[in-house]
T-cell receptor, first 116, second 109 residues
Framework: GAVVSQHPSRVICKSGTSVKIECRSL??????MFWYRQFPKQSLMLMAT?????????EQGVEKDKFLINHASLTLSTLTVTSAHPEDSSFYIC????????????FGPGTRLTVT | GQNIDQPTEMTATEGAIVQINCTYQ??????LFWYQQHAGEAPTFLSY??LDGLEEKGRFSSFLSRSKGYSYLLLKELQMKDSASYLC??????????WGAGTKLIIKP
């Protein structure tokens, strides 16, 4: 149980375009989802915390107008990278927290974004 | 400030035992997690400790001492597939995970 999917797994886009990444909890309801970014050989960097039905809480230094997060249902959160630039190329990972339990986070498989 | 420290890299031999340490200083404590991450993949959950002591789960064990701000992950009977990064993360008083930089474990035959 507690499976999280992400789509797409890989995406290549041109500079200036926008890319949407979906994160779904497949067999549980997630009141809270998290979006991380990970650069090569570095640890996870939390970008934002997304609660169903409310605005996302962004970490310091993360531009909310550039990284649009929508958490419209208990099983779906989306991250849209707007006007992407090569420096946005990274591994984006979402995670979902069970509504009950140990507050463990279950991670999606990640999305490799390459901006050319 | 909040801080999680773990070694950057460790090397061990197949079949041996390795201990990966993690020390932390956080605002509040609601548990400590260990995750495994293979290159190019997302982290997978290994263990959760919120009380002092040792939690054993197969070949993997995790220990916590809250008074010392210290945890370790113990891997026994190492296999080549255990080569990965191991991430220590602490949940603070706001139930937010604070992540360590990860320990890259290299297993040699």
């Amino acid at each position: 149980g507690a499976v999280v999917s992400q789509h797409p797994s890989r995406v290549i886009c041109k500079s200036g375009t926008s890319v949407k990444i979906e994160c779904r909890s497949l067999d549980f309801q997630a009141t809270t989802m998290f979006w991380y970014r990970q650069f090569p050989k570095q640890s996870l960097m939390l970008m934002a915390t997304s609660n169903e039905g409310s605005k996302a809480t962004y970490e310091q230094g993360v531009e909310k107008d550039k990284f649009l997060i929508n958490h419209a249902s208990l099983t779906l959160s989306t991250l849209t990278v707007t006007s992407a630039h090569p420096e946005d190329s990274s591994f984006y990972i979402c995670s979902a927290r069970l509504a009950e339990g140990t507050y463990e986070q279950y991670f999606g498989p990640g999305t490799r974004l390459t901006v050319t | 400030g909040q801080n999680i420290d773990q070694p950057t890299e460790m090397t061990a031999t197949e079949g041996a035992i390795v201990q990966i340490n993690c020390t932390y200083q956080t605002s509040g404590f609601n548990g400590l997690f260990w995750y495994q991450q293979h290159a190019g993949e997302a982290p997978t959950f290994l263990s959760y400790n919120v009380l002092d002591g040792l939690e054993e789960k197969g070949r993997f064990s995790s220990f916590l001492s809250r008074s010392k701000g210290y945890s370790y992950l113990l891997l026994k009977e190492l296999q080549m597939k255990d080569s990965a990064s191991y991430l220590c993360a602490v949940m603070d008083s706001n139930y937010q995970l604070i992540w360590g930089a990860g320990t890259k474990l290299i297993i040699k035959p």
